[in-house]
């Protein structure tokens, strides 16, 4: 199970320590929040990550916020700012998304405030409006830079870097079919007990519930079959 701890603002930074008093690997999230008018990528992201399963323990600071307070919207904006370079320089890996159709401008300027620092990784789509001075930048450092937006890939990208548990995520995998397969099992389980086949008549050749009952039943037995032949373990306990 991952152990991922997300912090917004304007929470203060006390980075949580592992129980061997290590520090876990800590990730920002930069890039496009058009003031909160952008899709909420950072949580499909967070979501994403955290069904990969890691080695270590992990700190995401996630610096868009669900709502501003009404007051004082001038000292708000100072603490926002005073976070997200806190983070950023303490960050062990900077991701920073910029969505094709934004503006994005504390991004680009953030780009090239830690450009020289070896822990960011850009993703840009070419039809970003600055896209070629991103590029440049990019190029000049040594900066990594994919040019989509598509999440699962940043996720695996990510995970990458921090170190995928791949144990783990088999047994992940192995878990999901079980479960998958189980789901038939208990499908077919009740449709006999209940005599109630009228959900599956449309996808029978005729109207015979048994006809279909047999051949889900012969599905998922020979799904059972190949599960234990490909994992060398028993569907059932």
């Given at each position: 199970m991952n152990k991922i701890n997300v912090?917004?603002?304007?929470?203060?930074?006390?980075?949580?320590y592992n129980k061997d008093g290590s520090i876990p690997f800590n990730i920002f999230l930069a890039g496009t929040i058009d003031n909160g008018g952008s899709t909420d990528w950072q949580k499909e992201l967070i979501n994403s990550?955290?069904?990969i399963d890691l080695v270590q323990p992990v700190n995401i600071y996630n610096p868009r916020r669900e709502e501003w307070?009404?007051?004082?919207?001038h000292r708000e904006i100072e603490r926002q700012i005073d976070w997200e370079l806190n983070h950023l320089e303490k960050a062990d890996l900077i991701v920073m998304n910029i969505l094709a159709?934004?503006?994005?401008?504390?991004?680009l300027m953030e780009i090239g405030l830690f450009a020289k620092e070896k822990k960011l990784m850009v993703f840009?789509?070419?039809?970003f409006y600055r896209y070629e001075n991103?590029?440049?930048?990019?190029?000049?450092?040594?900066?990594p830079l994919f040019t989509t937006n598509n999440i699962p890939y940043i996720a695996e990208k990510v995970c990458e870097k921090i170190g995928i548990d791949e144990?783990?995520?088999?047994?992940r995998k192995i878990e999901d079919e079980r479960q998958e397969l189980l789901k038939i099992k208990n499908d077919i389980d009740t449709l006999i007990y209940n005599g109630n086949t009228e959900w599956i008549k449309a996808l029978t050749p005729n109207n015979s519930g048994e006809f279909r009952i047999g051949w889900y039943e012969k599905y998922f037995l020979e799904k059972k079959k190949e599960f234990e032949e490909k994992y060398g373990e028993p569907l059932l306990n």
């Open positions: 912090f917004v603002p304007p929470v203060k930074d006390d980075f949580e990550i955290n069904n307070p009404s007051s004082d919207n159709d934004s503006k994005s401008p504390i991004s840009c789509p070419k039809t991103v590029m440049m930048v990019s190029k000049r450092y040594d900066v144990e783990a995520m088999k047994k």
